[in-house]
Structures are given as C-alpha cells and as structure tokens.
C-alpha cells in the first residue's frame, strides 16, 4: 500500500550562513534523486514565504521520516522539517 505524506520545510538560525549554499544545493540534488525514483511526487517552496513543500509516496510513514531525516539541509540543520501523514482527497499522481 502506498503511503502519501508532506514534508514541511522552514529555515533554520543557521539558513543563509556558512555553507548553507553548498548544503542547500546538496537538499536539491537529493529530491530530484529521490523523485527519478518515484518517491518525491513534488517538491518546491512557496513565493510569498520562505517554506518549502514535499510531497511523498513511500510504502511507510516511517519510510518518509528516513527521507527527512536524511536531507543534507535537515541533517545540516539549514532546514527544520515536519512530517504529516496527507489523505489524498482529489486527485491521485501519474503511476509508473
């Protein structure tokens, strides 16, 4: 059964410092990874705020945790997450 969830993602103190550039550029290139294998359905931040959205398809919620736990910009504490279970009530994404 697949599992449908939504990372919310906001800056961090540390967001803008350092090698948050390099951090935050490594945060990009793991999404499209993980959306190449079909687990990020959508990814992108809001224009009026500094947020960011993530839509997954994993088998488990615990699935999805591992995913946010692993982004270099979580893990480099650039960003700070938040992982909801999300009900698709319109709409479905393409298969395959």
Not at 18 to 33: A, E, P, R, T, W
Not at 58 to 74: C, F, H, K, S, Y
């Amino acid at each position: 059964m697949v599992h449908s969830s939504v990372i919310i993602l906001r800056p961090a103190p540390s967001y803008g410092s350092g090698d948050s550039d390099k951090i935050v550029s490594d945060h990009f290139n793991y999404l499209k990874q993980l959306h190449s294998e079909g687990l990020v359905k959508m990814a992108g931040r809001f224009s009026d705020v500094l947020f960011g959205l993530v839509i997954l398809e994993t088998e488990t919620l615990e699935e999805a945790r591992d995913i946010m736990n692993n982004d270099p910009a979580v893990k480099g504490r650039v960003f700070h997450a938040e992982l909801y279970s999300w009900s698709v009530a319109i709409g479905e994404f393409e298969k395959g």
